[in-house]
């Protein structure tokens, strides 16, 4: 590396640490900072009982535990520190980058590297996910590692190269484990390209089975732990099974995280999608012992019958899902992206200039003239890579939390496009360069189109995630007016109506936090919280007996809803009605779900 390179490694890597300072500065006074939710917050809250003590959970790991367990040390040692957290984050982010660097450099060349570096430090799903408490930032850096130490690894054999593969690999499954579907291809790989070398199959296995010992190592205690407390083999976690049926069942639609019902919980946030995966399953089954595993297991069975039962439906929507992952809109899991944008003119700057369909059009061109041009091992590896991610998440469902890892592959395909068409219009290479912008034209009018409607018509569900981070801040006036601009842009939002009427109730304006619920259970019946929420309201002012009524219907819809049957029974007592309300008591099953 010459004096030319080493200065533009170091402006890259400080230019990509300002952008994201600039970001983290923008972010921490949004109403996001602080206040996590969803994935966010079971992360946290993860991280939390381990940074207490609790190092190991009652069950098998239900997600892959890499990130919380990094998360819940960070938290033992500095405790829990929202700026600090993004910022360590946001320096992996930086050291990704360089990661991507190099590793185009090593297939390609440094001019090539430094645009793929470019791309990185500036693309916005990076950066936006970095300052996220979500696992997939990890990925950034591992996929990349993994494949330089693959290239190592490749021409220059030594068993500690091998271990150092399986090792990254392995620390890559337990933060999220997808990479599993990779590693198979990689043998297969390896074993052609040492075959080709005339290497003994002896000296193949051998280094193979070091590959191996290197990945079970990081693997082999979550192994155990989920065995010790799960009482059965589940090598990662157990989230696979609902996670496949969620992206094929009759009801999916490829990019929706949904199940076919809404799970409520008392108290401590809980995952709705693991509460169901259990509950669901037992309720089927009618076996009420179902370990994890036979958990995970039931699921992917559901899958698997429907996908058997009906092919032709099934390759209709794992074709769609697999144009959607290519398509620019970035879909939404838990944040939408756009609608933060709102609070960092940096992202909305960076996701408006340099999108997915510029970026993917750039890397899908230039992975196309590579496989013409310099089909050697660092491309096929990369194109091996590439499809495999690519297949992986359309088995399951798309969104662009999961496509984000894609990019930092494409990356490298990315920068040999651009200095292959910048060489051949220099070169007057007239028919290569039409082609080169045909294709990279093609891709970007298709990615732009939206082709299934998935952008949402509206930003309710965004403006809700809101109020409920003012809410959880006790800034109730801007609660309000976010779950009334929710209200407004969706009328028939029932969680945005009830969570109107329990900012004014918090507010202390009891008849108008009545009105709001009457008219939610006029237009909601069957929506538990907004029924039980009514009752609330009569309690408060004394009218018991309305207050019950309300309270039993919102038990006859959901009859595990803890929080209705512990107010019945608290409105029973109220109305010297002992004995009814011991027996409501008797019944509140607090292992079972309510809000």
Not at 264 to 286: C, H, N, P, Q
């Amino acid at each position: 590396m010459n004096t030319s390179e080493k200065k533009f490694l170091l402006y890259l890597i400080l230019g990509a640490m300002l952008i994201r300072m600039a970001y983290l500065y923008q972010m921490s006074s949004s109403p996001y900072f602080g206040s996590p939710f969803l994935d966010e917050l079971y992360h946290l809250n993860w991280a939390k009982d381990i940074a207490s003590g609790k190092w190991l959970g009652d069950d098998a790991f239900f997600r892959a535990p890499l990130y919380s367990y990094l998360l819940g040390i960070f938290i033992r040692i500095f405790g829990v520190h929202f700026y600090l957290i993004r910022l360590v984050q946001h320096l992996i982010g930086v050291i990704a980058v360089a990661a991507i660097y190099f590793l185009t450099r090593r297939i390609f060349s440094v001019s090539e590297a430094g645009i793929a570096g470019i791309i990185a430090a500036c693309y916005a799903p990076f950066i936006f996910f970095e300052g996220e408490m979500l696992d997939i930032f990890l990925q950034f850096i591992f996929y990349p590692l993994i494949l330089i130490q693959a290239l190592k690894t490749l021409s220059m054999q030594s068993l500690k190269n091998n271990l150092l593969l399986g090792l990254l690999i392995g620390l890559s499954a337990i933060a999220r484990p997808n990479i599993l579907l990779f590693f198979p291809v990689l043998v297969v790989f390896f074993g052609i390209r040492w075959r080709k070398n005339r290497d003994s199959l002896f000296d193949i296995l051998f280094r193979i089975m070091f590959i191996v010992i290197g990945m079970i190592v990081p693997v082999l205690p979550v192994t155990w732990h989920n065995f010790r407390a799960g009482g059965c083999f589940v090598p990662i976690s157990t989230y696979g099974g609902v996670n496949f049926y969620i992206g094929n069942n009759p009801r999916a639609d490829g990019y929706t995280a949904r199940t076919a019902r809404r799970m409520y919980y008392f108290g401590r946030y809980r995952d709705s999608v693991e509460m169901f995966a259990r509950e669901e399953a037992i309720l089927k089954t009618g076996k009420a012992d179902l370990n994890a595993r036979e958990i995970s297991q039931y699921w992917f069975k559901q899958s698997l019958s429907w996908i058997r039962g009906n092919p032709v439906p099934w390759a209709k929507l794992f074709l769609k899902k697999s144009a959607l992952l290519f398509q620019n809109y970035e879909i939404k899991n838990n944040k939408n992206i756009y609608f933060v944008t709102r609070y960092s003119s940096l992202l909305r700057f960076f996701l408006s200039f340099l999108p997915f369909a510029l970026v993917g059009g750039l890397g899908m061109v230039g992975l196309a003239i590579a496989l013409v041009q310099k089909r050697d091992s660092g491309v096929v590896l990369l194109l091996l890579f590439i499809t495999t991610y690519t297949l992986g998440c359309a088995l399951f469902f798309i969104s662009s939390r999961y496509r984000a890892p894609l990019v930092a592959m494409l990356a490298p395909f990315a920068g040999f496009a651009l200095t292959s068409l910048w060489r051949a219009s220099g070169e007057k290479r007239h028919v290569f360069l039409s082609s080169g912008m045909a294709g990279l034209t093609v891709f970007m009018i298709f990615s732009f189109v939206d082709w299934f409607h998935i952008r949402p018509k509206n930003f309710s569900a965004d403006h809700f995630s809101v109020g409920n981070c003012f809410q959880e801040k006790n800034n109730l006036n801007m609660a309000l007016r976010h779950f009334q601009q929710a209200w407004e842009l969706e009328p028939n939002y029932a969680e945005a109506q009830n969570n109107v009427g329990e900012v004014l109730f918090n507010q202390g304006d009891y008849g108008a936090a009545l009105a709001v619920f009457k008219d939610l259970a006029r237009k909601h019946p069957d929506y538990a919280s907004g029924l039980n929420n009514l009752g609330v309201v009569y309690e408060k002012v004394m009218m018991y007996p309305q207050a019950e009524e309300w309270y039993r219907r919102a038990l006859e819809v959901h009859p595990g809803h803890i929080r209705a049957r512990v107010n019945l029974a608290e409105t029973l007592l109220k109305q010297g009605r002992e004995e009814e309300a011991k027996k409501e008591f008797e019944k509140i099953n607090w292992g079972q779900s309510g809000k």
